[in-house]
C-alpha cells in the first residue's frame, strides 16, 4: 500500500486571497513504513513574504525568488505522487492550497477522499489532548529536537513517524506476520502428529486419602457440612 505523506508551506492562510505556494516536501510509505524516496520543493511565490509566514518558516522572498515557479515543478510532484493516497497534518489546509495551484496550471484537482488527516485520527484517537505536530512527537517520543522553524520535508518526515504509530506502530505488520507463521506451525503439528494412546486416569481416592480426609473434617467438629452430606452405603 502506497501512500504519500507531504507537508507544505506558505504565504498565509488563503490562496483565494492571493497567498501562495513556497515549499512542498514529500515522503513515500509502503504499509506506513518510510521507503527512503522523498519530493522536496522550495517553489517562487512570484509575490512578497509577509512578517508573520516568514517567522513561522523562516523563507524569505529573497531566498524563494531564484527557486522554480510551481507551473516549472507541478509536472515533477505529479509524477511523484502517481496514484497514491495524500497524507497530511490538517489535510484540509494543504490540500486547498496544493489544489488552487494545480488548477492555475490547467491540471485537476485532487479530490477530498483521496486525502488521509492524521489530525483528524489523533482527534478520534486521543479527545481532549493536544494534536499538533510536536504533541504527538512528544506522545510518541520522536526527535522533533531540529524542528526550530516549520519545514515542509523535515515535517513531512516527523509526520511519516507519527502516522505510523497512529496506524498502530512498527510491530502491526510483524505481529500479524508472526501470527499467521504460528498458527500454520500449529495446523501442521495438528494435521502430522500421532495420536498416542494413554491409559485413564483414576480418580478413586486411596485409603491413606480417605483417613486423611476424615481426620480433617472432624477437626471442624459436628457443623461441618461434610457431616450433613448423605453418604452413598458402603459396597
Not at 511523484?80 to 489546509?93: E, M, S, Y
Not at 483528524?120 to 505536530?133: D, M, Q
Not at 503439528?189 to 486419602?209: D, G, Y
Not at 483417613?211 to 459436628?222: D, I, K, N, P, W
Amino acid at each position: 500500500m502506497r501512500e504519500i505523506v507531504f507537508d507544505t508551506e506558505t504565504t498565509g492562510f488563503n490562496p483565494f486571497d492571493g497567498d501562495r505556494l513556497v515549499e512542498i516536501g514529500c515522503v513515500e510509505v509502503e504499509n506506513y513504513l518510510p521507503t527512503g524516496r522523498i519530493f522536496h520543493q522550495y517553489v517562487n511565490p512570484e509575490r512578497d513574504m509577509p512578517e508573520g509566514a516568514f517567522r513561522i518558516h523562516g523563507l524569505s522572498e529573497e531566498y524563494l525568488k531564484d527557486f522554480p515557479t510551481f507551473s516549472e515543478i507541478y509536472t515533477k510532484f505529479i509524477e511523484f505522487i502517481g496514484d497514491a493516497k495524500l497524507v497530511a497534518h490538517n489535510a484540509d489546509f494543504d490540500m486547498k492550497f496544493i489544489n488552487w495551484e494545480l488548477t492555475q496550471v490547467g491540471h485537476t484537482e485532487y479530490p477530498k477522499a483521496r486525502a488521509i488527516d492524521t489530525l483528524e485520527i489523533a482527534r478520534r484517537k486521543f479527545p481532549g489532548s493536544p494534536n499538533t505536530l510536536d504533541a504527538l512527537c512528544k506522545r510518541f517520543t520522536i526527535d522533533n529536537s531540529n524542528r526550530v522553524k516549520h519545514g515542509a520535508l523535515l515535517d513531512a518526515e516527523l509526520l511519516a513517524e507519527v502516522y505510523l504509530e497512529l496506524m498502530g506502530g512498527r510491530q502491526r505488520g510483524l505481529a500479524l506476520g508472526g501470527l499467521e507463521k504460528v498458527a500454520g506451525a500449529a495446523q501442521s503439528t495438528t494435521q502430522n502428529a500421532e495420536r498416542l494412546f494413554r491409559e485413564a486416569r483414576t480418580h478413586v481416592p486411596s485409603p491413606e486419602e480417605l483417613v486423611r480426609h476424615s481426620e480433617f473434617v472432624a477437626e471442624m467438629g459436628e457443623k461441618a457440612l461434610w457431616n450433613s452430606i448423605k453418604k452413598p452405603p458402603a459396597t
